[in-house]
């Protein structure tokens, strides 16, 4: 079966440094794979997909992610962090067992120092 | 107006009271779902909806009812619920129901069960 695991529960970062936020997944048949971003009361925002084709994924926001079948990883990732990046982060990998379910990571708290 | 809109957004109930959430989506999508978040845990899903027919009922409680009475709309039915069923839920919607179909997420309706 397919899981998530997304390294750090919570991540620091000064404003215009560069945001890495880590998930890796556990499939045995090429995934989908999503990043989410949740801000304080709302819901789940999609920032970026991976279906098929092209590895480096290019989302909103300034934000992008590459897929590394050899690593298993989808981390997310911008070049220079702003205040307004402050949020939940969640990567989900589609299940393939045909049940459509998506399996969300535990989620990172991304913290913006000014 | 457009998008995923719950309602109530917060709602404080007792553990014997009848009450019912709300999701209606603008989107003219195909699929539903509903989905707890609680601290800390990821993403439950527990219905999902297809053309109006529930396709999964991931192993919630009876307390919990869910109704679609058409492609556009969602209801989360509950009664005599439980302390520990206080939580965030959330609605989503995606165009079909499909691995790669992204979910469109409503901002949630927060519950405390007292």
């Known amino acids: 079966a397919q899981s998530v695991t997304q390294l750090g529960s919570h991540v620091s970062v000064s404003e215009g440094a560069l945001v890495l936020l880590r998930c890796n997944y556990s499939?045995?048949?090429?995934?989908?794979l999503f990043w989410y971003v949740q801000y304080p009361n709302q819901g789940l925002q999609l920032l970026l997909k991976?279906?098929?084709?092209?590895?480096l994924v290019k989302g909103i926001n300034g934000f992008e992610a590459e897929f590394k079948k050899s690593e298993t990883s989808f981390h997310l990732t911008k070049p220079s962090a702003h205040m307004s990046d402050a949020a939940e982060y969640f990567c989900?990998?589609?299940?393939?067992?045909?049940?459509?379910?998506?399996?969300f990571g535990t989620g990172t708290r991304l913290k913006v120092l000014a | 107006e457009t998008g995923v809109t719950q309602t109530p957004r917060h709602l404080v109930m007792g553990m014997t009271n009848k009450k019912s959430l709300k999701c209606e989506q603008h989107l003219g999508h195909n699929a539903m779902y509903w989905y707890k978040q609680s601290a800390k845990k990821p993403l439950e899903l527990m219905f999902v909806y297809s053309l109006e027919e529930r396709v999964e009922n991931n192993s919630v409680p009876s307390r919990f009812s869910p109704e679609c009475p058409n492609s556009s709309h969602l209801f989360l039915h509950l009664h005599t619920l439980q302390p520990e069923d206080s939580a965030l839920y959330l609605c989503?919607?995606?165009?079909?129901?499909?691995?790669?179909?992204?979910?469109?997420f409503g901002d949630g309706t927060r519950l405390s069960i007292l």
């Open positions: 989503a919607s995606s165009q079909e129901l499909g691995l790669n179909q992204p979910q469109h």
């Open positions: 989900a990998v589609s299940e393939t067992s045909g049940t459509y379910k998506y399996i």
């Open positions: 991976y279906t098929t084709g092209a590895t």
């Open positions: 499939s045995s048949v090429p995934p989908y």
